[in-house]
């Protein structure tokens, strides 16, 4: 089955505290990214990567980190979260951005809280 | 800036009623428009799209048009059924990135 899928789905973390969420695809899409959810603010882009080891930021990348080392997997790091950074996390991936009629698929999410 | 919103929070409908979402975009120069669809608990799943050639496109239950004179999107869901339930979001397919309103939710009751 095509899929995106996120880990963990749930995390519940300390200010500081390092932390990894993994993303990965298997539809062999060279276009990812990823976005975070808050009430009000709709969906916002973190990071994207148009290819292996090709990263931008996108319009919220304050305190996150990024790699796409393999083609499949585009983890996102926060090196020291902080409570601003509790949200909603998606990850998406596509076979190219930017074109009408590429349908981009997303993840099922991360819920991230930061106390 | 550009800039992708939404008229209205929260829309409530009857079953079997015809639904209006509407969507106000800014960027003038956007030439591809999406609707998704979030079910609660899940990420956003595509519904349809249009060019910005187009006035009006359809599919299963939903049609989307488009006002370019405005810059006014809307989805109409014929026949809206409690499955139908869920935050509906435009979004703009601008150069490398989705660029999403606020979303609306629609709440179907029986």
């Known amino acids: 089955e095509a899929q995106v899928t996120q880990n963990p789905r749930y995390l519940i973390t300390v200010t500081g505290k390092k932390l990894t969420v993994t993303c990965s695809q298997n539809m062999n899409h060279e276009y990812m990214s990823w976005y975070r959810q808050d009430p009000g603010l709709g969906l916002r882009q973190i990071y994207y990567s148009m290819n292996v080891e090709v990263t931008d930021k996108g319009d919220v990348p304050e305190g996150y980190k990024v790699s796409r080392k393999e083609k499949r997997n585009f983890p996102l790091i926060l090196e020291s979260p902080s409570p601003n950074q509790t949200s909603l996390y998606f990850c998406a991936s596509s076979p190219s951005p930017g074109l009408a009629g590429v349908e981009q698929f997303f993840g099922p999410g991360t819920r991230l809280t930061v106390l | 800036g550009e800039s992708v919103g939404l008229h209205l929070p929260t829309l409530s409908v009857q079953e079997g009623d015809n639904s209006i979402i509407n969507c106000a975009y800014s960027n003038s120069a956007s030439d591809y428009f999406i609707w998704y669809k979030q079910e609660s608990g899940k990420g956003p799943q595509f519904i349809i799209d249009i060019r910005s050639n187009m006035d009006k496109r359809q599919g299963q239950r939903v049609t989307v048009l488009l006002n370019k004179t405005v810059k006014h999107l809307s989805l109409q869901i014929a026949a809206t059924q409690p499955g139908d339930s869920a935050v509906y979001f435009c979004?703009?397919?601008?150069?490398?990135?989705?660029?999403f309103g606020t979303g609306t939710r629609l709440l179907v009751s029986p």
């Open positions: 979004a703009e397919n601008g150069f490398q990135k989705l660029v």
